[in-house]
């Protein structure tokens, strides 16, 4: 039986003592309360090990946004997948739209870090999708399978089965441009077809497969409606908690 989650992603906002609040304030919101998903924050890096220990992990999950792609040795600045365990972290956000168009993340150095995360007993929450342009081409499905067949389908059936994936549509973030209920429903669909395809009904049936584009309160409720919509990768809104909230109890 797959998971509903909503996952924040504070991306590089709050300092440390502003994050150490904000998961105080998130923690104490949730804790006690019926919840009928599994809450994740993912922090900055110096934040993790302090949220780690100020919140019930049962309740709120933490996240960091990135690994290296080497396991340790002389690579100044970066971050290992075991250091990031040693921190209380439980998931790791990888491939995310703006770590491949910025920092130039390709297939290979992902291909890297989600064998480490999983090596190192953290949950990637592996992110796919497509620019505008590709969009507008009438291409996307074939750009968000080439990068599932040039990553995390070339795990094993077990390994595949720690995942999480966040179907992000980058060509409808901070662009003016909203997808649909039904296009974000379409391409999710579509991938969990590609994963019966590939690893079998039961896998399809028993990946969290979430929503990654501008989901707020109030188009949450019609989103985790959806059949193959299992939850979201939150962004802005994840910064308050009553907006936050809003979205977990959309289920």
């Not at 399809?204 to 188009?219: P, R």
């Amino acid at each position: 039986m797959r998971k509903n989650i909503v996952a924040g992603n504070w991306k590089m906002n709050k300092t440390l003592q502003e994050g150490l609040a904000l998961a105080t304030e998130l923690n104490a919101a949730l804790e006690g309360a019926t919840l009928k998903c599994d809450v994740v924050i993912g922090t900055p890096f110096i934040h993790l090990a302090a949220v780690a220990a100020a919140v019930n992990t049962k309740v709120v999950g933490v996240a960091a946004q990135n690994c290296a792609d080497k396991a340790s040795g002389a690579y100044t600045g970066e971050v290992s997948a075991a250091m990031l365990k040693s921190t209380g972290a439980e998931y790791v956000i990888l491939g995310h739209s703006e770590r491949r168009e910025y920092y130039g993340e390709t297939s290979a150095i992902l291909n890297s870090k989600v064998e480490l995360a999983l090596a190192n007993g953290l949950t990637p929450i592996y992110c796919c999708g497509e620019a505008l342009d590709v969009r507008n081409a009438n291409e996307q499905n074939a750009y968000v399978q080439k990068q599932l067949e040039e990553t995390v389908f070339n795990l094993s059936a077990d390994d595949f089965a720690k995942i999480v994936i966040a179907y992000e549509p980058i060509w409808a973030i901070g662009t003016g441009v909203t997808a649909s209920t039904e296009q974000a429903q379409e391409m999710l669909a579509f991938i969990r077809t590609l994963i019966a395809e590939k690893f079998g009904k039961d896998m399809a049936e028993n990946t969290s497969i979430l929503y990654g584009g501008s989901c707020n309160a109030k188009n949450a409720p019609e989103l985790f409606a959806q059949p193959d919509i299992d939850g979201g990768l939150i962004g802005g809104a994840s910064l308050k908690v009553e907006d936050f909230k809003a979205i977990i109890d959309a289920f």
